[in-house]
């Protein structure tokens, strides 16, 4: 099974208990269809990926896909760019995604230098690298991890380097976030979840996901050493930065 597989229908029977969301075997049976109706702009940020390696990634330079679940960024960057332009590592800590990212790189990209290793990206020893993307994993690590994951990173780019930080987020004012929230759940209303999915799917990620505001993460690249980051896409309660190694 390596493409776009079942459909997420996860949450669709009522639970007596929600257990805390994670990145099991049925969560990456479906995940491809899950992130998809579940991210506005997930497809559009995956489009821009290689785009933004073209400008910005010296030839041959080494990428990494930090909480690179299925491998989606590798397979955009190979999509854009030849075999000889980038060499891809991804890092996951489900056992259960790494096996099957594996699995549809061998198949879809046989030409190109994609890897994917099992580990936590806390505890990783980085190498250094021409771009670094974060699509959605920071918000899974506790809030006091994220400043020292940052510090890390920005000392394994290279200068003119660039990172490529992809977020759901959350507002301020909290008339504004209400505002936001409901209309995402109308997003996935629209994509087919039911009232039920959408309801226990929130549970599941109280406490799994934590999302902090647009200038917190400006604030935390500043901290990290990112003298420049900007928002270049936001939809709803999701958006994605890029910050840059001068
Ligand atoms: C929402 S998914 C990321 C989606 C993916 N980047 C994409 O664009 O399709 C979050 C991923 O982060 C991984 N993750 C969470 N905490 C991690 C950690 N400390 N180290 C490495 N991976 C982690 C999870 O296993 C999961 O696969
Ligand atoms: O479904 C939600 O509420 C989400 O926040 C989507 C989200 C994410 O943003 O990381 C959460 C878990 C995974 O299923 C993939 C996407």
Known sequence: MSDASY????????LDRVASFSFDERVVAC????????????GQILGMLGLIARRHLRHGAHVYDLGCSLAAGGLALAGTLPPDAFR???????PAMVSQARETLTAECPDHQLAVVEGDIRAF????????????????LAPDDRLAVLERLYEALEPGGVLVLSEKIVDADEADNAWRVERYHDFKRANGYSEMEISQKRTALENVLLPDTLTAHRDRLAQAGFARSLTWFQYLNFASLVAFKE
């Open 125 to 140: 020893d980085f190498q250094p690298s021409g771009m670094v993307m974060l699509n959605f994993t920071l918000q899974f």
């Open 31 to 42: 995940f491809p269809d899950m992130i998809r109706r579940s991210v506005p702009g997930y």
């Open 88 to 94: 891809y590592t991804g890092v996951d800590l489900s």
């Open 7 to 14: 459909r997420d229908a996860i949450f669709s029977t009522p």
